[in-house]
Every structure is written in structure tokens, then in C-alpha cells.
């Protein structure tokens, strides 16, 4: 797309390609031999239809082109470069008496403009700018396209408006350090999707530490986190670092938080408060610099009106909240789960002679309400793998368990309903209806998520 030119270093440096537009040719031969003289490959034209079907080439890297011509003025020009390639800088010429035109050429996406004389320097310099505004939008456009590819890779499928919203947030926050909370039912990923934030992220050289709430007694969770000194109980034979320590400069992952202990929650506030860890036994605190996120299907909420979470300690977990829809709201996405999930079964069972789910069995699927959530999905098809005995698979080899459910709808039947009973209706049917996202719905609603989920929860006739 561009030439070269040697510097006397001998490294080979890019010249920029630049399409020079003016109806006088020498006005146009002017500008492009200054350009080339500081280190541009500048092509003067002075037909405006000549430049346009040179504009839709994508060879060059900007243009330079002046407002008034005949037959194409530069803001028709501008239309047309923009069209061919949208992330190529235009720059365009006027006189002082066509100001007010040039300031519409920058509301239609014209770079900059420069008022005629203008000193070639000046040019160069914008010049120089946009080329690199232009570069760098285009390096976004690639890392955004690559961690899409990446996610995809990981086992994200996001083409359901509820997983692109999740897509964009780990891309915005993916790159920092701050606390990250992932709600969402069990087996919707939310694993999967703390290993991603810590993948695409700066820390993802470091290590990522998972850490499950509910797997282990409340005095052996306390070592495991902030380790412990020699003799602080009974087999503590030795000094052992915590998982906290072991995460340093990576992620520490702390599954199914909503049921840790209260004397547990106190002493995770202390440090993500003080970002310092102190051992069990040991009155020497250690700097502690683990980015952390929590996961939980519990609603927070209704855990700290009940008296078992502690709600200075949501706070400080609720910097950057990130829902998981359920898989029965983003059922758009089943198809490429499934594809997904049969390419990386296959894998590990080379030996099964199962191929594909045929329409009919992709229908039986895309009907069913998937309590179980994509774990559900994933299980079902490693199943039909290892004890498919056909390379298609049909509604009937499905089990018997995948009957469809129905989506919550607005039924008021014939009776009339108590004004309670509606709202409960349609508080339920509006959750449905946004994918089952309770912040969205909330706002929604005009309520705040603790009256929510009291509506959500509430039993009919209540």
C-alpha cells in the first residue's frame, strides 16, 4: 500500500501515500512536492472526477483536497473517500471566504482544514496526526476483532444482545484492576468469564487463583486465603503463603462469595480496604496485589437484608457488576454453543461416530428452557457423544427430559385480578422481556433491585 524510502540508519521507513486534489495543477503540484520533500509519495490531480474514482482505491493512505471545484466539490469528494474507506484521513483547502463550508466539511468527518496561503509545515503536521488518529483507530478495530476471536476461543458465543453486553464490559474493564462482581444462576459460565477478564488483561502473564467459598470449613478457608505462620493450630508444622499471596499480580477468583462466612467477610473487607493480608497466627501484614473477582447465583441483596452478607463489603465487590443472562434468554446463541461444544467433545472422544444434530433436534433445543443453564447444554452434548450410535442426531435420541417450557407471558384469563397480582405479572413478564436482567429491568421499572427481586420472588396471590 505504500512505498519506502532509506534513512541513513538503512532502516526502511513507510511513506505515507496522499492523493493531492486542486482544480489549478500547480496550486496541486505545489502542495504535493512539499509533502514529498518531508517524507510523503504525494499524487497531484486536478480533475475532481479523476480523484474520485482514485479515492475509492484503497492505495491511498489520506487526501488532500480543495473545497471549491468544478463538477465535485471537496465535501462530495470527502463523501466518497469516507464511503471507500471510513477510517481515511481528509484534510480539506479553502479559502477564507469559504470558512463557514470547511466548518461543514468536519461535521461530515473531514479531518481538518486549512485556510489558504498555509505553510507546508502546517500541512505535514496535520497530516502527520490524522495518519496516526487514523492508525490508531484501526489497531482498536483489530484488538477488538481479536478479542472477540479470543472469547469465541474460550467458549464464549456472543451474538445475543445479552453476551455482546457482556463482551463490551470485560473489553472495558478487562485492562484494569478493579473489583469485578459476576452474578448470574449456576451454570451460566460465570468461571469462565473471570478466567476471560483475567486473560485479556494485563495480569494474564500472572497467576489466576480460584478459590470456591463452599468447598472447605470456615477455619480452613481463613489458611487457605491469608495462609499461616508455623504453630498457628494444631498441623501447621510449617509457614504456608495464602492464595491471596499466590495471586499476586494476577486474579484471584473468589467463587460463590454470597456464602462465605460473616468472620470471613470482615477480614476479606480489611483487605480488599488496606490491600494487605495478614497470616493466621502471624501479626506481619504483607502487601497483597491480586486483582479480585467475585461470583455468586445468590442475590446479594436479599443476603444482606437477612443479616448474611455484609453490605460495606458489596460495596467494595460491586465496583464493575457484570450479569449472565441465563441461557433460556439468549437462546440465539444455543446453535453456536452447540457447535462449539461438539467440536471440543469430538476432540476428547476422536472415537465417536456422532457428526452433527439434525434441524429437527436443533429445534427440540432451541425450545427447551435449559434450567441447568449452558452447563446443561455442554453436559447433554458430551453425553449424546460418548453414546451416540449414529453421526446424526435426531429429536428422538434426545432424553425425554428436553420437553419445551413455556416463556412467562401476560394472562390475566377472565377474572379480574387484584392490582398486586397484575403488577406481579408484569414485573415478571418486563424481567422476561430483558433478557433477565435484573439492573436493566429495574431501571426500567423506575424501582431500585431490592424491591425487584421482593416482586420476582413473591408467590401468587401474595
Known sequence: MTKTTKRETGTRLPRPLVLVVDDQMPMAEMVA???SERGYDATPVASSVEAAKLAQEDRFDAVVADLRMPELDG???LEISRRAAPERPVIIMTAYSAVDSAVESIRRGA????TKPFKMDELALFLGRALDDARLRRETVSLRRALKERFSSDGFVAKSDGMRIVTDLVERVADTSVPVLIVGETGTGKGLLAR??????GRSSSPFVTVNCTALPEALLESEL???AKGAFTGAVSQRAGLFE???????FLDEIGDLSPALQAKLLDVLERSVVR???SNKERAMNARVVAATHRNLRDRIASGHFREDLLYRLDVV???LPPLRHRREDVPALLETFLRQSLARHPGSVVERFSPSAMARLLDYGWPGNVRELEHLVERTVLLGNKSVVEAADLPLSLAATATPTLDFGQAVLPLREMQRQYVAWAHDKLGARKMLTAEALGIDDKTLSRWLTREPGQ
Open 226 to 228: 491469608f495462609g499461616h
Open 33 to 35: 512536492d512539499g509533502l
Open 246 to 252: 499466590e495471586a499476586s499480580d494476577g486474579t484471584i
Open 196 to 201: 476471560a477478564l483475567h486473560s485479556h488483561g
Open 321 to 323: 457488576t457484570i450479569e
Open 111 to 114: 479531518y481538518h482544514y486549512l
Open 75 to 77: 465535501i462530495g469528494l
Open 279 to 281: 497470616a493466621v497466627g
